[in-house]
């Protein structure tokens, strides 16, 4: 039950290779989020239409399903500010892109780290992470 986005400029697949070239490739980054505690019941819903077995799990689910969408295997989220799709990070990658953005692309801070990841990116306590 994948859905793309509505607007064809939003999302390209070249985009979603290229957002997660330097977390590992895109089955890694599939594997990742279906196997993911906080992402993966999401992922699922949307790939097959099955809701957890747990009622608190499915209306979870349910409330964050219409701003997520599984394109190209990869599990996205629309930005409320942009309406641009940024890939959801699993939790096992959280730190491997914080080291990339800040060690590897330059020392810019924590504001403009933030923003930088942010704009291809989205977690839960995104913020924190990147302070801490």
């Given at each position: 039950?994948?859905?793309?986005?509505?607007?064809?400029?939003?999302?390209?697949k070249?985009?979603?290779?290229?957002?997660?070239?330097?977390?590992?490739?895109?089955?890694?980054?599939?594997?990742?989020?279906?196997?993911?505690?906080?992402?993966?019941?999401?992922?699922?819903?949307?790939?097959?239409?099955?809701?957890?077995?747990?009622?608190?799990?499915?209306?979870?689910?349910?409330?964050?399903?219409?701003?997520?969408?599984?394109?190209?295997?990869?599990?996205?989220?629309?930005?409320?500010?942009?309406?641009?799709?940024?890939?959801v990070?699993?939790?096992?990658?959280k730190?491997?892109?914080?080291e990339?953005?800040?060690?590897?692309?330059?020392?810019?801070?924590?504001?403009?780290?933030?923003?930088?990841?942010?704009?291809k990116?989205?977690w839960?306590?995104?913020?924190?992470?990147?302070?801490?």
């Open positions: 039950m994948s859905r793309l986005p509505e607007r064809e400029q939003d999302l390209t070249s985009e979603v290779i290229v957002g997660a070239i330097r977390t590992g490739n895109i089955a890694d980054m599939k594997k990742f989020q279906e196997e993911d505690e906080e992402i993966g019941a999401l992922y699922k819903y949307l790939e097959t239409g099955n809701l957890p077995d747990s009622a608190e799990k499915s209306k979870k689910v349910l409330m964050q399903s219409d701003e997520h969408s599984v394109v190209d295997g990869i599990l996205m989220k629309m930005r409320k500010d942009t309406e641009d799709f940024v890939i990070v699993p939790g096992v990658l730190k491997k892109i914080m990339e953005f800040h060690d590897n692309q330059g020392h810019f801070g924590t504001v403009l780290t933030q923003r930088r990841i942010q704009a990116y989205i839960r306590n995104m913020t924190k992470d990147i302070i801490e």
